[in-house]
């Protein structure tokens, strides 16, 4: 029987087809990136009003459990306070994170985001109080939530500590139009 020579089968792939599929998943990445960036900064906007409407439900809770009126003060459209006492402005943020209040009040909690985080809070009150003994909000308020690229949310709390979200024209996916 004549000796047959196998040709041992070749593995990998040339230099031309690994050229040709970088091209390709180049391109395809340079399509996706800007989506991601806009997606990224949604995301950032829809967390933060996300936790602006928790801290508004606690507060609120809060002050009928402890039976006092609370207030979150809007300090800068980088700081917010909730607070116990009666004055809108009794508490301020300080610049490492912390939060003083003066005429008595108390701290109970802070958010602040450095100069870095692209997101800004912007309120048409500074002030919002949450009643004790009806479990009522005054004043009612929007609180705009801004990414650093015009991404927006706003944050509406009406009398009765109820919270909903819309965006403005032209409107963000998954939320109904202000």
């Known amino acids: 029987m004549p000796a047959t020579h196998r040709r041992p089968a070749t593995r ?44 508004f439900a606690h507060a609120r809770s809060q002050a009928v459990a402890m039976n006092r009126t609370l207030r979150l003060h809007f300090v800068s459209d980088r700081c917010y306070v909730v607070h116990t006492g009666g004055s809108s402005t009794a508490c ?10 003066s005429s008595g009040a108390q701290v109970l909690q802070v958010v602040q985001w450095s100069a870095d985080t692209p997101v800004r809070v912007l309120s048409n009150r500074s002030s919002i109080g949450f009643d004790a003994l009806k479990g009522t909000v005054t ?18 709390i009406n009398i009765m500590g109820r919270v909903r979200s819309c965006a403005p024209e032209p409107g963000l996916p998954g939320h109904t139009t202000c």
């Open 139 to 156: 004043p009612t308020a929007t609180v705009k939530i801004v990414g650093a690229g015009g991404t927006t949310l706003h944050n509406v």
């Open 92 to 101: 301020s943020c300080a610049d490492d994170g912390s939060a003083s209040c």
């Open 12 to 55: 990998g792939h040339s230099l031309v087809e690994t050229m040709i599929a970088l091209g390709i998943a180049s391109v395809a990445a340079g399509l996706a990136l800007p989506g991601w960036g806009e997606a990224s900064e949604r995301r950032r906007v829809e967390g933060a009003a996300a936790e602006l409407e928790t801290h």
